[in-house]
């Protein structure tokens, strides 16, 4: 039964892979999906753990093709792409590269640098790519909740699939004789938060009596899915979220609305006990007791301390840093990193190299009040933005306890796709206004505009799009 469901998973996946290169809101969930969906392949069929990197080039060939496929169509949108957040991200990419003339761990640092390359390539120059509009980006996360509830499902009935340490993982070595090959639980837990975010903001009002189902399926089996996994810090960063940012994603203007966020929040959080009593059985109870969670912050702790100690160390690499990777050649060990990305950026970059990151970090918030501001008033797209948002709070929050800048470029391609969706829709507003120019239609007139829209140098009509 378990060889037909793979078969059956297989199939699914090269449909989806090939009716995603004409639907780039497709190739874009797929990437989303793309760490779990390997993982619970190679549980059904061990064979696929060899080809484990040529699954993950077959799904960025297809966003590479559905990239291509949107430039065919004249709908490729290049320009918005590079704003403020995307030349700080490359600076600190070019900084990167820089830091491996002069690190202190030149082997570690360049096989990191290496292995990297592949991710970087695909979620910095093909992902952002994928998306030219709000609506796009509503119909990527909306498949990702989706699909990403299907692969759950796949995950937790695999046959390769059993608990260890308190985490519920794919043993892929168990076909080869090696018990330590498992699946990336860190990789399954990032996706079930990004489904249980996205799921619990989204208005799927345009689903009818479906767009429930959907919300429920996406909340409970995404959090079910980081639970099993046993990543204590997505768990509790993915319900932070959830319960801080609801009001963001339902417009709160009076009473009756009030009443109705209020309601949300409350079966939001009874949804998520529920989930917790579902999923959190004997095993998976043994990653919060015997002093493991104090154990797990404490050397969080002690390596922002350590990098943090090392930095302020040495005031000639206060400018520049240390370079690339530089924390295992402190520590002595052979592969390390101090966890925390802001940690990670000061160490190895120094104060050029936080001076880039806090750029980023400012024009992501910038342009998020603004798109929360502009599309306010529309309960969709409300929930749509929201949801994004979310996905990029909970990524920085999961990167300052688990994030590098070589092996983990989150959350900065999320931020991208930020900056990317608000100025790709101004495009878009310009352009309905120049053919209503054209045509002599008379313009309507925003009454409301928000004051963040004209006084950061957008222009009226940019102000008024959603209004």
């Given amino acids: 039964?378990?060889?037909?469901?793979?078969?059956?998973?297989?199939?699914?996946?090269?449909?989806?892979?090939?009716?995603?290169?004409?639907?780039?809101?497709?190739?874009?969930?797929?990437?989303?999906?793309?760490?779990?969906?390997?993982?619970?392949?190679?549980?059904?069929?061990?064979?696929?753990v060899v080809y484990g990197p040529h699954l993950s080039a077959a799904i960025a060939g297809i966003g590479a093709l559905a990239v291509v496929y949107k430039s065919s169509r004249k709908q490729l949108t290049v320009k918005t792409v590079f704003h403020p957040i995307t030349w700080a991200t490359i600076g600190l990419y070019a900084m990167v590269t820089f830091g491996l003339l002069y690190t202190p761990s030149p082997d570690t640092a360049m096989k990191m640098y290496i292995d990297a390359i592949p991710y970087m390539v695909v979620f910095l120059f093909i992902y952002p790519f994928l998306l030219s509009s709000l609506d796009e980006l509503r119909q990527g996360l909306f498949l990702t909740v989706i699909i990403g509830a299907l692969v759950t499902v796949?995950?937790?009935f695999n046959p390769s699939a059993e608990w260890a340490g308190g985490r519920f993982i794919i043993n892929l070595g168990k076909t080869y004789g090696v018990t330590d090959f498992?699946?990336?639980?860190?990789?399954?837990?990032?996706?079930?938060?990004?489904?249980?975010?996205?799921?619990?903001?989204?208005?799927?009002?345009?689903?009818?009596?479906?767009?429930?189902?959907?919300?429920?399926?996406?909340?409970?089996?995404?959090?079910?899915?980081?639970?099993?996994?046993?990543?204590?810090?997505?768990?509790?960063?993915?319900?932070?979220?959830?319960?801080?940012?609801y009001p963001v994603a339902r417009?709160?203007?009076?009473?009756?609305?009030?009443?109705?966020?209020?309601?949300?929040?409350?079966?939001?959080?009874?949804?998520?006990y529920a989930t917790f009593a579902f999923a959190m059985n004997e095993e998976a109870q043994r990653r919060w007791t015997g002093g493991l969670v104090g154990e797990?912050?404490?050397?969080?702790?002690?390596?922002?301390?350590r990098a943090l100690e090392i930095f302020l160390g040495d005031p000639s690499a206060w400018v520049i840093g240390k370079g690339s990777n530089s924390f295992p050649f402190y520590t002595g060990s052979l592969i390390d990193y101090p966890h925390n990305i802001v940690a990670e950026v000061m160490l190895d970059y120094g104060i050029f190299g936080l001076t880039l990151l806090g750029i980023a970090m400012y024009y992501t918030f910038r342009y998020s009040r603004d798109m929360i501001r502009i599309w306010g008033s529309d309960p969709v797209a409300r929930g749509t933005v929201a949801a994004w948002l979310g996905t990029s709070m909970f990524a920085?929050?999961?990167?300052?306890?688990?994030?590098?800048?070589?092996?983990?470029?989150?959350?900065?391609?999320?931020?991208?796709?930020?900056?990317?969706?608000?100025?790709?829709?101004?495009?878009?507003?310009?352009?309905?206004?120049?053919?209503?120019?054209?045509?002599?239609?008379?313009?309507p007139v925003a009454d409301d505009v928000p004051e963040v829209a004209l006084s950061d140098g957008y222009t009226q009509s940019d102000a008024q799009y959603g209004s």
């Fill in 154 to 156: 796949m995950f937790l």
């Fill in 396 to 443: 920085f929050m999961t990167s300052l306890k688990q994030g590098s800048i070589i092996g983990q470029p989150t959350p900065f391609y999320y931020w991208i796709i930020v900056g990317k969706i608000l100025f790709d829709e101004f495009a878009r507003a310009r352009q309905r206004e120049l053919e209503r120019e054209l045509s002599g239609e008379v313009l």
């Fill in 1 to 48: 039964m378990s060889q037909f469901i793979g078969v059956l998973a297989i199939f699914a996946l090269l449909v989806v892979s090939v009716y995603s290169i004409a639907r780039p809101p497709w190739a874009f969930a797929l990437i989303n999906l793309m760490f779990p969906f390997k993982q619970v392949l190679q549980g059904y069929f061990p064979a696929l």
């Fill in 182 to 245: 498992t699946s990336n639980p860190l990789a399954l837990a990032d996706t079930g938060g990004m489904m249980m975010i996205c799921a619990a903001f989204m208005n799927f009002r345009d689903k009818g009596r479906l767009g429930f189902v959907f919300t429920i399926a996406g909340l409970v089996l995404g959090l079910a899915l980081t639970v099993v996994s046993g990543s204590r810090g997505q768990i509790i960063f993915a319900v932070i979220v959830a319960v801080t940012m």
């Fill in 296 to 305: 797990a912050a404490d050397d969080r702790g002690r390596r922002l301390s």
């Fill in 251 to 272: 417009q709160v203007k009076n009473a009756n609305q009030f009443i109705g966020v209020a309601a949300g929040i409350g079966f939001m959080l009874l949804l998520i």
